[in-house]
Structures are given as structure tokens and as C-alpha cells.
């Protein structure tokens, strides 16, 4: 069973410390580093006087690991200076950091997409097996087996023979969430919603019963990059038992040959367009963002198709409103099928980093037990087995089980191919075409033309 642990973000120190305190404190310090050292396996200090310039993206775990950087700097005399860009922009300076001849990074948050795939591909992305394997290196209390195998795999891309880019540092499964309060206002009684009819007739209720209120019965991503990446799970969710290929997913046969006019793809394309109209006006646009802020805002009923992380906000006082009225469920079955998928980000070097063994312990501290322990009660998706031990205890056994169930039905979301990122726009069109009125059997004959033609283009075939 998985089982993880969450705790509210850190908020800063207040009031004033007396000298006498700071000593004592530095003191204390001082003698937990030390005896940290002491009991490791390498010299941490082996980089001393160096600078590790890491990049990351606006993250809850970016939050938590950014409150613990002075312990690595104090342990490893290694400074560290952090970028933080919200994922509007991180994405576009990722690639063109890795693409100069001196990036300015030599860490940086990866997710096995596209922009992954494309940076090693273009041997941008420093391989990170024989820095776990050098025992000068890598602390015997690391513990790489620890990290769940499916979740490492993800980055260890096609053709890359088994190396690895990225160390894992948080999960998520693409589940269900909803409002407690409001289905027990209404007479819905969740645990008899089994299939996907039985929540879309719920929606409907809801959708009469608060829509004057100003809230929605749905909300779900539109026009964001990142959405087709969800819409697979809501594709898996109908697809069945059949088979598929990876990093093609359920878009291409072995031939190339597109398959948008499968009828799993196109009951995906015409659910999500239904879900983006139970929304509020404007949900065509709407990013992760806007649907996380619609939700824990009180202004959403569910919120379908996305990333169990969320949780962590859901559940924390200070940016939620609905604490303790948040229900988590798998996505629904379908008459076809029930599944989903997941992602993950995870932390890299960059090729052309001058100080790659530094930026190595920053890595291997940052995704330490010791780390993870604290990062993953920030995020709701801990990557380390040792971590998920307490999950019923501490997010109470709903969420515990909503993720465990997703899991086991989960396929690994990754596109990997030359022109994914052109389909995946073109899916986005695809898809707010549907919501405008577009029957979704004659987009999906409009997203096959096009990726024959992306198909072409690349000389996939």
C-alpha cells in the first residue's frame, strides 16, 4: 500500500532572538553538522568554496527544500544560489539554459516530457548513474533502492540503454477530488457514485443546485501546456485492456498511424469539453493554477483529472477554505474501461555544469531520506518507500486509499517522440473546439490529419 506524510508548508520565524539564544543556536548547529559528517560514509566537505547555481520551478517541494538550504551549505561549505520562476516561464529558460554554451544552472527541476526527452536527446542532461555508483561521491545512507522503481524509470528514456537524468523527488496520480459538504447538501451519497454516468448526473445536480451561487459544478484544465498530459489519464480511463505503446501512449499504432478517431480518444476529447463547461466562464483558459485557486477557494464542487499533490493545499488552513470538507476518490470507471496515469518531477545536472560533483551532493542531499521526509510533507507525494509508512494516520485513510486504488490502474503519462509538444497544442485546439460546439468525432478526424502531418514532418516513419 502507498502511504505518505504531509505536513503545512514552513512559515517564517517571528519575534526577536536574544544573543544568547543565536549563540546556543549556532552552537547546536554547528554540533548536528559535525556529527552528521562524522557518521557519513564520504567527505562531505570535498567541494568546499564552490557555488551550485540550482534553478526550480514555483513548487510546493521547492517551498520545503528552500527553507533547509542553509543545512546543506553549513554541512558542505558548497554556496548555493536559487532561482525560483513560476512554470509559465520555467519551462522556456530551461531550454534555452541547456542549449548555451554556459547555462546559468547547474540543477534544475526535470519532468520526463518532452523537454526532457529533448534534452538528452541533445546530450544536454548529465547521466547520474556513475555518480551513485562512486562510493567518493554518494553516502552508503542514501539508499537509491528505496526510490519506488516505476517512478525512477520515468527517467530513463528511450534508447537511453537503462541510464538515468533525473532523481525522483515528487509523484503525483492524476485522481477525483470533491466537496463533501455540498453532495451531503444535495442528497449524494458519493459512495454510491461508481461510474462515470452515475458523477455526471451528479454534476448535473449540482450544477442547478449551485451555479447561481457562483459555483461550479467542475473544474478541469483548458488551454494550459501541461493538459494533455492529464487528458491521457482521462483517455486510459476508457481505453480498456488493450494494449499500447509507451511514449507513443494511445495516439499512434506501431506504423505511425494516428488513432484519435478511436472511440476511447474521442470519449475522452467529449468528456473533458463537458467537464470544461460545467465550469465557471472562462474555464477554456483555465491552468492548473486557476482551477487549484476555484477549488480550495470554495467555488468548485470537483475538480477532476489532476495531480493527488494538490492535496497538500487543499488541506493547509492557509490557502484553502475547504479544509476538512475535501473528499479524494480514483477517477470513476467508464463502460470501457478504469484507469489513469501519473507523473513526476525530479532534480538534474546540467551537461555543461563546471562544478558537476557539487552539484551532485546538492542533488543527492536534496533527495535524501532525511530530505524527503521533509519535502514530502509539503507535497503530498513522497517517491521513497521509507516515506510512505504513516499515510492513514496522518492524511486519514480517504486520501490514503483514493491514491493506492489510482495507482495500481496507473500507466506512466510520458510522450516521447520528435513533434509531441506541436501535437500536444494541437490537442489543446482540439479540445476547446469541442467545448465551442465541434462535434468531438469530427475533431478527432481533424487531430488524426494533423498528426499524420507532425508524423511527415519528423520523418517518424
Given at each position: 500500500m502507498w502511504e505518505v506524510e504531509a505536513i503545512m508548508s514552513r512559515g517564517k520565524r517571528l519575534g526577536r532572538i536574544v544573543a544568547v539564544m543565536s549563540t546556543l543556536l549556532i552552537l547546536s548547529m554547528m554540533s548536528s553538522v559535525g556529527a552528521g559528517a562524522a557518521s557519513s560514509s564520504i567527505n562531505w566537505r570535498q567541494c568546499n568554496g564552490q557555488t551550485v547555481k540550482v534553478l526550480l520551478d514555483a513548487h510546493p517541494w521547492q517551498e520545503a527544500i528552500q527553507g533547509r538550504i542553509k543545512e546543506f551549505e553549513n554541512l558542505t561549505g558548497i554556496k548555493v544560489e536559487l532561482t525560483?520562476?513560476?512554470?509559465?516561464?520555467?519551462?522556456?529558460?530551461?531550454?534555452?539554459?541547456?542549449?548555451?554554451?554556459?547555462?546559468?544552472?547547474?540543477?534544475?527541476?526535470?519532468?520526463?516530457?518532452?523537454?526532457?526527452?529533448?534534452?538528452?536527446?541533445?546530450?544536454?542532461?548529465?547521466?547520474?548513474?556513475?555518480?551513485?555508483?562512486?562510493?567518493?561521491?554518494?553516502?552508503?545512507?542514501?539508499?537509491?533502492?528505496?526510490?519506488?522503481?516505476?517512478?525512477?524509470?520515468?527517467?530513463?528514456?528511450?534508447?537511453?540503454?537503462?541510464?538515468?537524468?533525473?532523481?525522483?523527488?515528487?509523484?503525483?496520480?492524476?485522481?477525483?477530488?470533491?466537496?463533501?459538504?455540498?453532495?451531503?447538501?444535495?442528497?449524494?451519497?458519493?459512495?454510491?457514485?461508481?461510474?462515470?454516468?452515475?458523477?455526471?448526473?451528479?454534476?448535473?445536480?449540482?450544477d442547478k443546485a449551485y451555479r447561481k451561487d457562483g459555483i461550479a459544478a467542475a473544474v478541469i484544465r483548458g488551454q494550459d501546456p501541461t493538459m494533455p498530459d492529464e487528458l491521457l489519464a482521462a483517455v486510459y480511463n476508457y481505453w480498456g485492456d488493450r494494449p499500447f505503446l509507451a511514449q507513443r501512449m494511445f495516439y499512434f499504432d506501431s506504423e505511425w498511424n494516428p488513432r484519435f478517431t478511436d472511440p476511447a480518444v474521442i470519449k475522452a476529447i467529449d468528456l473533458w469539453a463537458r467537464l470544461i463547461n460545467y465550469g465557471p466562464k472562462g474555464s477554456t483558459s483555465f491552468t492548473w493554477y486557476d482551477c487549484v485557486h476555484q477549488f480550495a477557494s470554495g467555488k468548485a464542487a470537483t475538480f477532476w483529472f489532476d495531480a493527488s499533490v494538490f492535496g497538500s493545499i487543499f488541506e493547509d488552513p492557509k490557502q484553502s477554505k475547504v479544509v476538512g470538507n475535501v473528499g479524494y476518490a480514483p477517477v470513476p470507471a467508464t463502460e470501457t474501461g478504469h484507469g489513469t496515469t501519473h507523473w513526476a518531477w525530479g532534480l538534474s545536472i546540467a551537461e555543461k555544469s563546471k562544478v558537476k560533483n557539487a552539484a551532485w551532493l546538492f542533488v543527492q542531499w536534496a533527495t535524501g531520506p532525511a530530505s524527503e521526509r521533509a519535502t514530502a510533507k509539503a507535497t503530498y507525494g513522497p517517491v521513497r518507500q521509507s516515506t510512505w509508512k504513516n499515510s492513514v494516520e496522518i492524511f486519514g485513510k480517504e486520501f490514503t486509499n483514493a491514491v493506492d486504488v489510482s495507482l495500481k490502474m496507473s500507466a506512466p503519462g510520458y510522450m516521447y517522440f520528435a513533434g509531441a509538444r506541436e501535437l500536444a497544442d494541437r490537442i489543446i485546439d482540439g479540445v476547446i473546439r469541442v467545448t465551442q460546439g465541434a462535434d468531438a468525432r469530427d475533431v478527432a478526424k481533424w487531430l488524426d490529419d494533423n498528426a499524420l502531418e507532425i508524423v511527415k514532418r519528423n520523418k517518424l516513419r
Open positions: 525560483v520562476l513560476g512554470e509559465d516561464t520555467y519551462w522556456d529558460r530551461v531550454t534555452l539554459g541547456l542549449s548555451s554554451a554556459e547555462p546559468p544552472f547547474d540543477v534544475f527541476m526535470l519532468s520526463p516530457n518532452q523537454t526532457g526527452f529533448t534534452g538528452y536527446q541533445n546530450k544536454w542532461i548529465a547521466q547520474l548513474d556513475s555518480y551513485i555508483a562512486d562510493t567518493r561521491l554518494t553516502d552508503q545512507s542514501y539508499e537509491f533502492d528505496d526510490f519506488y522503481p516505476f517512478i525512477v524509470d520515468g527517467f530513463r528514456f528511450p534508447n537511453a540503454k537503462g541510464r538515468l537524468y533525473a532523481i525522483p523527488l515528487t509523484m503525483e496520480t492524476y485522481m477525483l477530488f470533491y466537496r463533501k459538504d455540498l453532495l451531503k447538501q444535495q442528497g449524494i451519497d458519493p459512495a454510491k457514485l461508481l461510474t462515470m454516468d452515475d458523477w455526471l448526473k451528479a454534476l448535473e445536480i449540482l
